[in-house]
């Protein structure tokens, strides 16, 4: 399987196409920004590597009986589901961080169940080739995304509406061989650093939107593809600080949104058998379906992990402090746990209350997902006002490391950051850039990924609510029979 | 199985011992008061005896092999467990109620569990006594309740501290054949109503404290047993109007807190083989916990679908009205779908993700149920904000039916209450009795039933949550190792 | 001025037209469901007479220079309006109610105001007329009530729309002295006690729609006026209790809704000397506007009041059961401490930053009173959730009177639910039933009186907020000159 | 008065005692992460010249006659106190900022107020020369910032009992012309740019603390003061960016927090003539009490501005969109702008409602004022949530200006940002970048500042808040008179 070595040398082998603050990134690993995701990915493939932990790390293909990375893994059964629920939330408490590769286990499940139906229904291909993409994505250990989100225009309009008829990715050219497509996706969050992207629509299509209905799998370095790195504010931490620094808090990483680009497609061919849907439009609404349903899921591990280590960073705080026996500390940390476990609980019965589609892919139930991934948004900010009121004002206006390193300030820094006696002021520096590397980072606000906005839960939890049915039970109870006379 | 008939008949032939509105109810079959009750769980022996449902109201009993009311069956197994909260979710929509019948189930289980680790570690012989007192409820398909609530008196003194003891139940005499108890049970949903009750500790007991660890089985209609009616608002409107009338709302429950009684236990003798703990104190733990486990997650049944009923009246309405393409209506009952799968989300989980004590109970996951019911009581009141402002001011301020079928009123109330053409004015009345019966009903507050308080959560979640571990995970990821050197 | 005695003897002397419970009452100062509402008109009176409360209670008329009811007073300066806010708080701690004269209020200012204006417009003689009748209003100390709202059949259409051209109040028929009237005016708060009535349109009216801008008082008792009372919750406990029982909670007045009919016009003649708009629809804007400032104002003074009564009734309750020294009680009591002073908060700056109209009424700030009526929308479910935590099951489950008083119970219920020593009983009952008055009543859900429903504070609050005078201000920031190029 | 050139000129002529980033900064001016707050205070000169903004900018000096900048003024008047909110609300919408001068504000008026109390009851003559401080201040127009917050330590305790006498800043050595002091005050806001600051307690002491009670004024360049400037997120921007570039955001000013220090005395003489408390430890509870109540009305005044803010660039990023019609955008909108409102209401009030106190300073109401702060906390959260759903991923993932204007990637970025046919895609890089330096920044987590903490406003409002009083009038209400017989 892949290792980090390997992983390593392919990145500086590649082609660069990947800009970072106005200039291409010659060589990716060595890119300040860059350098906090590739430490996660690497993360990553070492804890698949330990046999400790190979039972969450890895999982048995139902394609080629072979161990392979559950990040590849197609769920076939409730307990896989589960599972990659639980893969998600260790993930979470070992990097502090978006792992960066659900969008692509999502498109890998939605495209398996999908290409099924199409060819059941239709005739076609797609099946058998996308069966032989996942075998080579799985034996090679490919890191794979997706890129789903258009840029999209004008928002109220059709893609075939718009000012510019790119807004949404679409096929400008139909060649024998393959077709020729043009367009943007946009929060790419692992495109700049993987091997392989799948792109899938990012909307319900009609049939005179046939050009758009297109999903393809591409090598990340094709030719015509361009990454434009994202430039945020932990981003520009990563250019002043050293990665392993203390300003980094979450020493390693940093950050969760380090890698997020800006992907152009100009004119990018794709040859046939990487395509897996080409026209078929009346497959969108499934497959969006499908792949939110797993993407949501997928934050209902993450997500409960993030504010576990706010808590864990908040209960170490407060014994520096000598505040753990306070009752409106503990009130809080209480607090925070029920709002992680109010996001978990959900995730975790969609999970165990999901379904099977006929190619045996079994996806999470979208009702619960979407209340988990609701839950998520309104729970985010009302964890980091709690964490923020038990931390104190030193998330915002702690000295650098450097500060505390120069000898003309080292000492000062020692005596008057030092709290409970024996705790040296490093560990107080520390939690403190930890508690900002995630209540103060982009994270507050990148609710958006993994699922979509908060109204776009509205949407799910309104169409798949049983208005009707609900009425029938009200009007019987209250004696209202027929309904209208 | 027990019938409708049979239960009125046990009923009408009990030797009185029930007061309502300050006078001995001789019938309690007649009292307005109790009849919402009694309809309820008349409603509920219905549907066990009907074919149709007996999937849901039935199970197999692993004591016996036989077919038993699903409120008398052990949960034995995570499916077990899953259908439980299914059968409460299923009852609250044929009744809009609370069915009383849970705090007894819950205790079948707590106790069915407890006595068996009392007697392998101590050598007792309770299981023996329990299992053949389980198999006689279910064979004799009785209904039971559970009274743990005591009244407490000066609540942060502990029971032998208190001005007076008897402000916990216990034991005033041992005899050789048995214990005098005395002592007074608070908000017993059931107990005027039901032929059993199990009788259970309502806190956590040290040694000195021994005469307070007492659970017994007794005949609601033991001598020396008093049950006082409540009185609330909800009871008012039972005394005023004639159920099966529009003002009910819900036309035959009215009301899901018809018959909370204070128990009063006047020095009452209990059997030893009615006996099931006697002076271990130091199995309240587990007891309490195991009850209340129970007691939350079915609160994860019910209270969604109590929302679930308020949007499907709410629907109605707004069809009445003419608003129900409103987008502010729409996003509203959309909240409140949010706020029902909130609550089941975790109820769910904790189902899925509950464990096997020794005895082969399976009990739910202690912090997600607590989750939920925290949720639950997060929700209600959110949720009674929402209906009431798609209703409107009418949930106040409607005449009564005897108004609305006067002959001078009659014309006048058809005309002006009527909406949308076609839509009686009839309906927008029940409807609005409906929403009334639900959200400005004493259901309102009730949330301390069923699981206990807002803090009662918040203590649990405090104990459940490893504080420890997620600080590890944060101190590993700020590189502070050791914690302190 | 007028005094309890003779608003009792008028009140006999009417010939009724007020039907209560389907039957007509024949004395409205013997029914169970309207006296505790007159017991607040008759308190009110007597502070009003009663000199130590003069400043509050009475004001002095710049039309006649003489001391006024403060309740027929008109705001002619801030100092005015700061005064009617403190009179509003004032009352609530004095009844515990809505003392249900304030839309009188709100309608002599708007009415007043936007007669001025019409006249000065338009050259009509409807502010000399209205002069004349508040003279008469205050003169005489009449108790005047308004009422706004029809009952507006289907919502999303124009009254000529309606399939029922009566769903709003109209003209039916002009006569040389004065027009017919027909229709129905809902929730209205006091019309069945009262002396008079100022009637308003509810709706921005249009060209077409002249027959609905029509402004009249009116005597409550003139042939055609039916006024059917409402039936709720706490209706029924009048009907069940005694006024002066424990189980009134608020042991004279019960309730603040006790008194709301649907107030039904049958072609009822109007003099032309009491009528002060006809069919001038462009000021109805305004004339809504207005009332409504007033209106949600006057909230701001009550809605605090009745939460820092939960406060002081929690505030008892804990030191009965010895929990006032315990954090989550404190923590709680200064929530609700917090959502009273964030009710008050806008409503006082609303009113010192109101604006003068005209003729010289001085009207609260729009924006600002609307937010402290959301606000206060927001705040009611909130301080309920909290008090019934504080509380305690027996909000919901407490005993009757009745059951207190029977000697076969009384020493139970004495000895059981005492709690610290010394407290009798009764105490404990009385504070949990003051309690369940207030936050288990159908005042829950009575936000939608006094100014309006949640939505309704939105489209305000949306109305009156300069969003591209905020833009500007970020272009400006974000260096975006000119907006677009 | 002060102008931008002679404030300039003062801190390039600065002996450097300030750190940024490890490394003293020799020209302050020239600091990348000291320009943006230096042109925030260079703003306010500006405006306080331009003869437009005089009577918002300047006012009469009470002890001197003279205009002077209102920042320097006392507050004698319920006018004053208006005006202040007013000022800072002004210059929230002219600089999206913290203007980092509100503390000093405050401390000049809470010292001018206790000096004189002091000096009326134990003969002291702090006032005297606290008036010719003031003078100076106000004729030389000098920047006055104020050092409260110590490090604190271990936080449960009182300053001689901590491990470190040093962690709450106190008198070291007495001398016969003045005092030596040491410790450190944390989160000083403006100290590396101003003249002048005012020390003061941040803990009500008692009788054996009393080297602790000192307060007095000190040039902030004075031998043995050192000034650690924060390095947080937006700084980090700061390094990264130029000033004036699009991804500064707020282009100028780029963020409220550039500027915050830890301010070390080593061992600072501080003469007799700039001491204003010796010793006088009873002193601190008003100096404390009032120094809050001014900070907590001042963010009152910001907060609710820089709300608008969101809301303007809100609705300008729709507009782009093509999404300002859409329900849920206006919706969010509207919700925004009531956030707003509900902390400039009580805030308001809290300057209305003040109170004199014997020197003639106004103050504001402290229960007002610090529910105004609070609800200002709890808004911060939610408006950020509503802010980035309106906005979406962007807020997080936008490339940097240097890509956009990169010629090889600038005609793509033009293309796939743009939105709305004519605005070109720098619009809405720009209002992204604008929502980013407001909704994603350290301000987010910045509510510590200017009042304390959430915790901080519960304290008060709990000492605020008369609950023996409002019991009285619950206990009346309820029938229960005398309270315990």
């Known amino acids: 399987m892949l290792n980090k070595e390997d992983y390593l040398s392919y990145l500086r082998g590649k082609k660069s196409n990947v800009y970072v603050l106005g200039k291409k990134a010659e060589d990716v690993t060595e890119d300040p920004v860059l350098k906090p995701a590739i430490s996660i990915i690497n993360k990553c493939l070492d804890l698949a590597s330990d046999p400790k932990y190979s039972n969450i790390m890895l999982e048995t293909s139902h394609l080629t009986g072979k161990k392979v990375n559950r990040f590849s893994h197609l769920t076939m059964s409730k307990e896989d589901l589960v599972k990659r629920l639980e893969h998600v939330a260790f993930l979470q408490t070992k990097t502090g961080s978006c792992t960066m590769r659900c969008a692509g286990t999502n498109a890998l499940n939605a495209l398996y169940s999908i290409t099924y139906d199409m060819d059941k229904k239709l005739g076609t291909d797609y099946h058998d080739k996308f069966v032989k993409y996942v075998k080579h994505v799985q034996d090679d250990d490919l890191i794979v995304g997706c890129g789903m989100m258009d840029v999209k225009g004008v928002r109220p309009l059709r893609p075939h509406q718009q000012p510019d008829l790119d807004f949404h990715l679409r096929i400008v050219e139909e060649r024998s061989d393959g077709v020729i497509v043009r367009g943007c996706k946009a929060h790419q969050t692992v495109s700049a650093i993987s091997h392989e992207y799948l792109i899938v629509p990012c909307k319900v299509l009609g049939e005179n939107e046939k050009e758009y209905a297109i999903a393809f799998a591409i090598d990340v370095n094709t030719e015509g593809i361009i990454h434009i790195q994202q430039h945020n504010f ?220 908060l109204e776009a839960q509205n949407v799910t939890i309104r169409g798949e609510t049983n208005f009707q049915e609900y009425k029938k039970w009200a009007l019987s109870l209250a004696g209202i029979t027929p309904e209208i006379p």
Chains 1, 2, 3, 4 share one sequence.
């Not at 950050?255 to 990487?274: G, Q």
């Not at 985010?380 to 964490?387: M, Q, R, T, V």
């Open 234 to 453: 932990q981003d520009s931490r990563h250019v002043v600080a050293e990665q392993g620094s203390i300003d980094f808090g979450n020493i390693n990483y940093g950050s969760s949104f380090a890698c997020t680009s800006l992907m152009i497609f100009d004119d990018v061919f794709v040859p046939n058998e990487k395509i897996f849907m080409h026209g078929e439009y009346q497959y969108t609404y499934p497959l969006i379906r499908r792949f939110s349903a797993h993407a949501r899921l997928a934050e209902g591990g993450c997500r409960p992990r993030m504010i576990d280590l706010l808590i864990g960073a908040g209960q170490a705080l407060s014994e520096y402090s000598g505040l753990d026996k306070e009752s409106h500390i503990k009130d809080k940390l209480t607090q925070l746990s029920f709002l992680s476990q109010s996001i978990r609980g959900p995730a975790l019965a969609a999970a165990y209350q999901g379904s099977t589609t006929p190619s045996g892919i079994y996806i999470p139930d979208f009702l619960l997902c979407s209340t988990s991934k609701l839950q998520a948004i309104h729970a985010n900010y009302e964890a980091n006002k709690l964490i923020n009121d038990v931390a104190g004002g030193f998330i915002n206006s702690m000295p650098s490391e450097k500060d505390y390193k120069n000898p003309a300030l080292h000492d000062f820094m020692e005596k008057y950051l030092a709290r409970v006696p024996g705790v040296p002021a490093e560990n107080i520096i520390r939690i403190f850039r930890f508690i900002e590397s995630i209540s103060m980072s982009p994270v507050v606000g990148a609710l958006h990924y993994g699922g979509g906005t």
